[in-house]
Each structure stands twice: as structure tokens, then as C-alpha cells.
């Protein structure tokens, strides 16, 4: 057998359901490697569901719990993690129906029986993608994975005897049945509970004390090819999909070595902006980095290379020091304020021209925009023409795809009032979304918000402060869930609208 079944619905309803998420991205990725499997073993052991589920115009998670909806927040508390439970249904719901529409073109037909057959000649894939606590949580759903009938089969009744076994059993049935789903629910905690280890990729994280910063260190050779490489991390979904992509990046069949313990913080600092720092080290000659906690520590054979590569990263982790053997600058020390422009409209360009017209995500436009420096004059909203070239190349992507909708963001300095400067930040963020309508961009896929100096990210005591803090940031507005997301390059910072 060719295809693996389990591998398809991960490939094919992942992409489907995650496209242009952002956030909890691993943890909803993991979520759905739980449940797909689960899915399956439910239609396998109950064939009406596949036929209840396709008459439904947007099957949801409730509909597969109907039988005991009493499970259904139990069973989301153990697969979301620290995820808001919430969250990981809407992702849940969104995998049922792309699960089903995958399995009728496999079976090559929407007939339950049909579907059914395809689960079973996989079933071997089916069963080892289980996750250990999925055979408690069935059997208390009244489903055997080993057979695919269903437990606790009645006896035929005889009519005649039913008054009889009514006065007897009246009370015993509904204490056993009380005792049974008690004893299934403390095994599935129980089980969560005593995982204080690393967890398999097929399970659920440990939820332990971490006490080590998670950590990767890699280095190039001579022709910037990777040569050495290793991970740290107590999360192993994220260690998976990091290491899918260092391997794609560098193309590596090995990639990294690994240490997935609890003892190591399950998230980077910027992790979501890791994947396009390590494109900025591929060919990189004899460069070696280290991404822990706060830091970026980067080293190369000669000065200037490090000195360049680290120019073109700081725009990119905004909430990390990036250190080179020079002096060991920080991302706070003295920068010209031209060269941080014209780096960084530079970076901005080149990020948008590399953007393929044809598969366009609004995390690439946020990304590409954020790059750029866009230094107002005092007091001034009249955007400088150094932008207005790379805002013209956005708004040509922008107006290709109408899903993308963008929040403009302001911020000002410290210097002058509290009012005024909220007031300039609102007019120069208004500025940008004025500029891209009359770009063609629709009004309806933009919205602008200052902010004044609210939100600084330097220290206005200094005049590198004060230039830091004259910004304006993109963010990716979730229209479905309300979200707001600072985009660096998959997405850093969420939190809900104001």
C-alpha cells in the first residue's frame, strides 16, 4: 500500500484548515494530528456519523459528541493544552468536513460503506497515529479501536420480563454507568497527569516546570552549507515543524539534533521569525548562531559579514538583542538613522518583489511591510517618498487578494502631549491607508489606529530611542475570530481588538 492515509489528511486538511493562521500554530497543528486519527476510528466503529455528518452544511464537534456531550469539554481540555479550548474547537470543527471530502476522493465515492472500507485497508496507520489516551476516550464513547464495533451491547429484552428487571435494576444501572464513565475520565487524566517527561509527537506536551530557555545553535562551512546543528526544546510538535523546515531550508536530510525535554521552555522569543532568519544565514560562509532567550549571538569568519546579516535580522526580532563579536553591540546601540532607513526599505522591496503574485498570503505583505522604516519629519503625516515605492508594490499584491485586510498602526515619541502626539500617530497611520486606497486598494481591507507613545519600544530618553519609537507597524486582522496579529513573518503578537 502507497499511500498513507494518515500522512494525506495531514498534508491536505492542515493546509486547508491552517492557511494564513498564525497563532497556536503548532499547538493547532498537534490538535489535529490527535483528532484526525480519532475521526476516523469514530467512522469506522460508527458508520452513520459519515452520513449524518455529510447531510450537515457545517459539521461540528458536537455532532460527533452527541452521544455523550457530557465528554466533549473533557476531551477539548485534553487536546488544547494551553490553548483556549474554544480556539482549538473552531479548528476542529473547521478539519470535519475537508476530512470527509478527502476520504470520498480516496474512496471514490461518499458512500459510508465505501469510506468505511478505505479506513479499514489503512488501518494500521490509522491505529498507530492514536494518541495513548484515544482508547479510553472512545470506550467511554461506547467504541471498541481494536474491533470497530461498539461496547456494551444490550442483550435482547424480553418484553414480558420488563417491570421485573426495572424494580431490580433501577438503581444499579445508572450507578454503574456513573462508575464506569468516572473510572474512563480519571484514566485519561491520570495518564495526562503522569507524563512529566517528553511527550512522543503523537501525544500531548507535559505540562512541567521549564527552567532552561529553549535553544538552537547551528553553524555553516566554507560554501554556507549546514554543518552542525541542535535543538533544545520542551514542545516536540514545534520541534517537529522547525525541523521540517531547517531540512527544507537548507535541504539536509539530517537537520538537527535534539533534545526535547521539560526542563527547556516550550516557545522561542520570536520563534515564528526563525524560519526567514535562517534563509538570511543560508550561504553565509563559516557563520555559526546561537537563539536563546532574549539573545541572537551571531559569528562569522569575517566581521562585516556578521555586521551585514545582523542589520537585516533586527527588523525582524523586535523583542531580542541581536549580539555580533563587534563590541558585542546590542539591537539598542547607537544606529545611524539613515542607514537603519535605507537597510530596511531595502530588505522591504526585496521582500515584496519575491512575494509570487500567483499565492499570496497576507503574513508575507505584513511581513515585507513591517521592514521598511517609515521616518515622518516632526510633526508631519506626509509620508517620505523612500515608502511610497514600497507601498506601491503592496498595494499591487494587496488588490489581488481581497481576504487580506490590514490594521495600520501609529506610534510617536515621547516628546510633546499625551493628545497631540496620539492625535499626529492616528493621522500618519490614516496617511498610509489613504495612500494605498489611492493605490486601488478597496477602504474595507484597511483600518487605521494611533496609538501616540503608548507603546514604546525604546527608551525616549535618547535620541536612537525617540527614532525607534517614530514607527508605524502592520498587523493581520482575523475577521473571523476578532484577532489581531503583529506580523513578522508567521505571526508574533496577538491580542484582541480595542
Same mark, same amino acid.
Given at each position: ?42 467512522? &469506522?466503529? @460508527?458508520?452513520? $456519523?459519515?452520513?449524518? !455528518?455529510?447531510?450537515? #452544511? ?6 460527533? +459528541? %452527541? ?98 428487571? &426495572?424494580? @431490580?435494576?433501577? $438503581?444499579?444501572?445508572? !450507578?454503574?454507568?456513573? #462508575? ?6 480519571? +484514566? %485519561? ?310
Amino acid at each position: 500500500m502507497h499511500l498513507n492515509l494518515i500522512d494525506l489528511l495531514k498534508q491536505k486538511v492542515s493546509a486547508t484548515v491552517l492557511e494564513g493562521e498564525t497563532a497556536y500554530l503548532s499547538e493547532k497543528s498537534q490538535a489535529l494530528s490527535n483528532f484526525i486519527p480519532i475521526l476516523l476510528s469514530i467512522f &469506522k466503529s @460508527k458508520p452513520e $456519523f459519515i452520513t449524518n !455528518l455529510q447531510q450537515q #452544511l457545517n459539521p461540528r464537534l458536537g455532532d460527533i +459528541f %452527541i452521544i455523550n456531550p457530557s465528554l466533549k469539554q473533557e476531551f477539548l481540555q485534553q487536546i488544547s493544552g494551553t490553548v483556549p479550548t474554544e480556539i482549538i474547537e473552531s479548528t476542529l470543527n473547521h478539519s470535519i468536513a475537508p476530512t470527509l471530502g478527502v476520504l470520498e476522493d480516496e474512496a471514490g465515492s461518499s458512500d459510508s460503506s465505501a469510506i468505511t472500507h478505505l479506513i479499514e485497508n489503512h488501518w494500521p496507520a490509522v491505529s498507530s497515529a492514536l494518541p495513548h489516551w484515544a482508547p479510553a476516550l472512545l470506550s467511554a464513547l461506547g467504541m471498541n479501536t481494536a474491533s470497530g464495533q461498539t461496547l456494551h451491547q444490550a442483550p435482547p429484552i424480553d418484553p414480558d420480563r420488563v417491570p421485573e428487571e &426495572k424494580r @431490580k435494576s433501577g $438503581f444499579l444501572i445508572p !450507578l454503574i454507568v456513573f #462508575l464506569v464513565l468516572a473510572a474512563l475520565l480519571a +484514566f %485519561i487524566f491520570k495518564s495526562c497527569a503522569d507524563r512529566t517527561e517528553s511527550t512522543p509527537a503523537s501525544g500531548i506536551p507535559a505540562e512541567t516546570a521549564s527552567s532552561e530557555p529553549a535553544k538552537l545553535q547551528l553553524s555553516t562551512g566554507s560554501t554556507g552549507d549546514l554543518i552542525t546543528c541542535q535543538l533544545y526544546s520542551g514542545n516536540a510538535s514545534y520541534i517537529e515543524i522547525l525541523q521540517k523546515e531547517i531540512k527544507q531550508i537548507f535541504n539536509h536530510n539530517t537537520g538537527c539534533g535534539v533534545e526535547n525535554n521539560a526542563r527547556y521552555h516550550s516557545e522561542f522569543i520570536d520563534q515564528d521569525v526563525i524560519p526567514t532568519v535562517l534563509k538570511m544565514v543560508k550561504g553565509v560562509p563559516n557563520a555559526s548562531l546561537t537563539w536563546m532567550g532574549d539573545q541572537l549571538a551571531i559569528q562569522t569568519a569575517h566581521p562585516a559579514d556578521a555586521e551585514q546579516l545582523a542589520a537585516q535580522i533586527r527588523p525582524l526580532v523586535k523583542n531580542m538583542t541581536v549580539l555580533t563579536p563587534a563590541g558585542m553591540q546590542s539591537a539598542s546601540a547607537v544606529v545611524d538613522p539613515d542607514t537603519a532607513i535605507a537597510t530596511g526599505n531595502s530588505n522591504a522591496e526585496q521582500a515584496l518583489a519575491e512575494i509570487n503574485p500567483d499565492q499570496i498570503r497576507a503574513l508575507d505583505i505584513a511581513t515585507a511591510l513591517n521592514m521598511q522604516i517609515i521616518n515622518f519629519d516632526t510633526a508631519s503625516a506626509e509620508i517620505p517618498d523612500a515608502n511610497k515605492s514600497i507601498l506601491d508594490q503592496a498595494a499591487a499584491l494587496i488588490k489581488r487578494v481581497p481576504q487580506v485586510h490590514l490594521t495600520v498602526k501609529g506610534h510617536t515619541d515621547a516628546v510633546g502631549g499625551a493628545e497631540q502626539n496620539k492625535a499626529l500617530s492616528q493621522k500618519r497611520a490614516q496617511a498610509i491607508v489613504d495612500y494605498l486606497v489611492k493605490q486601488g486598494v478597496d477602504p474595507a481591507q484597511l483600518q487605521a489606529v494611533g496609538y501616540g507613545s503608548q507603546q514604546p519600544v525604546a527608551d525616549n530618553a535618547t535620541p536612537e530611542g525617540q527614532f525607534k519609537n517614530r514607527r508605524i507597524e502592520f498587523e493581520v486582522l482575523n475577521t473571523e475570530t476578532g484577532i489581531v496579529r503583529a506580523v513578522d513573518n508567521e505571526g508574533v503578537v496577538e491580542k484582541k481588538i480595542n
